[in-house]
């Protein structure tokens, strides 16, 4: 059985800097393209971030970009989210999840960890 | 960055009715668009992708079309445990997004 786990999220003041982690078990973790999706309270879903199977191709949202950075250790079926210079608008449930066979749609969720940005 | 508007944004309905959900997309993209359910306290689970292909265990009351910018999709039959909320989203160029969903609840 797939299971994803999200940990590191936090209150952290603006300006600061988070890494989130989601480790993976149940599959071959290795095989599968990742992507963050969050989603803000009272909000809808966003897609946040995405990393090939192999980590040699790395996608961003507007939002986000030159702030996050994606990364993965396959040999410890892990996936992270570096988070730099944190805004209001960064505060969300952070998920990640596995990228279907067919493309870009996110087939296994984690939980999700909540991030709060404020002051 | 291609927009999808969902409509309505709450659908009453019975049980035992058909419910059917919108999605449409700012410019074409194709059939490259999934349909989630989303209840609260769990995750949301991919129902339908590329516009049509129900993901193995989804039961067949779910059904989904479209193509271009106008996407359906349809519950044939609803039971209690579909009132939820229903995100569609795209994957036709990045930024992928998602619509801003719709509720299925009880009437």
């Known amino acids: 059985e797939v299971h994803l786990l999200e940990s590191g999220g936090d209150l952290i003041q603006p300006g600061g800097s988070l890494r989130l982690s989601c480790a993976a078990s149940g599959f071959t973790f290795g095989t599968y393209a990742f992507s963050w999706v969050r989603q803000a309270p009272g909000k809808g879903l966003e897609w946040v971030s995405a990393i090939s199977a192999t980590a040699d191709v790395t996608y961003y949202g507007d939002s986000v970009q030159g702030r996050f950075t994606v990364s993965r250790d396959n040999s410890k079926n892990t996936l992270y989210l570096q988070m730099n210079s944190l805004t209001a608008d960064d505060t969300a449930v952070y998920h990640c999840?596995?990228?279907?066979?067919?493309?870009?749609?996110?087939?296994?969720w984690g939980q999700g960890t909540l991030v709060t940005v404020s002051s | 960055e291609i927009v999808l508007t969902q409509s309505p944004a709450t659908l009453s309905l019975s049980p035992g009715e058909r419910a059917t959900l919108s999605c449409r997309a700012s410019q074409s993209i194709s059939t490259l668009l999934a349909w989630y359910q989303l209840k609260p306290g769990q995750t949301p689970r991919l129902l339908i992708y590329d516009a049509s292909n129900r993901v193995t265990g989804v039961p067949a009351k779910f059904s989904g079309s479209g193509s271009g910018t106008d996407f359906t999709l349809t519950i044939s039959s609803l039971e209690p445990e579909d009132f939820a909320l229903y995100y569609c989203q795209h994957r036709s160029n990045r930024p992928w997004t998602f619509g801003q969903g719709t509720k299925v609840e009880i009437k």
């Open positions: 999840a596995t990228h279907h066979s067919s493309g870009a749609y996110f087939q296994h």
